[in-house]
T-cell receptor
Framework: DAGVTQSPTHLIKTRGQQVTLRCSPI?????VSWYQQVLGQGPQFIFQ???????GRGNFPDRFSARQFPNYSSELNVNALLLGDSALYLC?????????????FGEGSRLTVL | GENVEQHPSTLSVQEGDSAVIKCTYS??????FPWYKQELGKRPQLIID???NVGEKKDQRIAVTLNKTAKHFSLHITETQPEDSAVYFC???????????WGAGTKLIIKP
């Protein structure tokens, strides 16, 4: 079985540009969460989607948006990129929404903003 | 909101010795406490978790203890091996909240 897959794995953007990151959850998982991990720190929660609805949002500006598609895959969009947006963006899937079950992470998309 | 503090930030132990990493949380409503291991350049992977109705859980060389009164939980690794070298993160979550709150991480170094 395939795990959580994310694309692209690496990308370089310049300030002011926009980026779209993609995530496919484990088959059967209906919840997708997005986390930002800055080098040397723990992941910070950005969004959670369950059954195509936003169920939680972390303390991130409106430049960050996401959506979940009928097949439960998800996209994270970041507009007007800043240098501080450089980070590893992790997608995690789980079976349900607010349960305390295991999160399964993808390998991440490493974004560098120049 | 919930806040998770993790200590130490770096831990160096001799191969074969034990390692202990400690975390404290602020919100008594948190009821799920996972530990993740992240190797350099890799994804975080769950190594063990504990729920608030349990005080201790073991899985081979790894154990986690939870003290709800003091609001702290710890990861214990016995008979450490070189492949245990990684960054370990603790986290906390409550049923009513969708987000996992993470500690800052502990870099564990196993000296040969």
């Amino acid at each position: 079985d395939a795990g959580v897959t994310q694309s692209p794995t690496h990308l370089i953007k310049t300030r002011g540009q926009q980026v779209t990151l993609r995530c496919s959850p484990i088959s059967g998982h209906k919840s997708v969460s997005w986390y930002q991990q800055v080098l040397g720190q723990g992941p910070q929660f950005i969004f959670q989607y369950y059954e195509k609805e936003e169920r939680g949002r972390g303390n991130f500006p409106d430049r960050f948006s996401a959506r979940q598609f009928p097949n439960y895959s998800s996209e994270l969009n970041v507009n007007a990129l800043l240098l501080g947006d450089s980070a590893l963006y992790l997608c995690a899937s789980s079976l349900r929404g607010s349960d305390t079950g295991e999160l399964f992470f993808g390998e991440g998309s490493r974004l560098t903003v120049l | 909101g919930e806040n998770v503090e993790q200590h130490p930030s770096t831990l160096s132990v001799q191969e074969g010795d034990s390692a202990v990493i400690k975390c404290t949380y602020s919100d008594s409503a948190s009821n799920y406490f996972p530990w993740y291991k992240q190797e350099l350049g890799k994804r975080p992977q769950l190594i063990i978790d504990i729920r608030s109705n349990v005080g201790e859980k073991k899985d081979q060389r790894i154990a986690v203890t939870l003290n709800k009164t003091a609001k702290h939980f710890s990861l214990h690794i016995t008979e450490t091996q070189p492949e245990d070298s990684a960054v370990y993160f603790c986290a906390a979550k409550m049923d009513s909240n969708y987000q996992l709150i993470w500690g800052a991480g502990t870099k564990l170094i196993i000296k040969p």
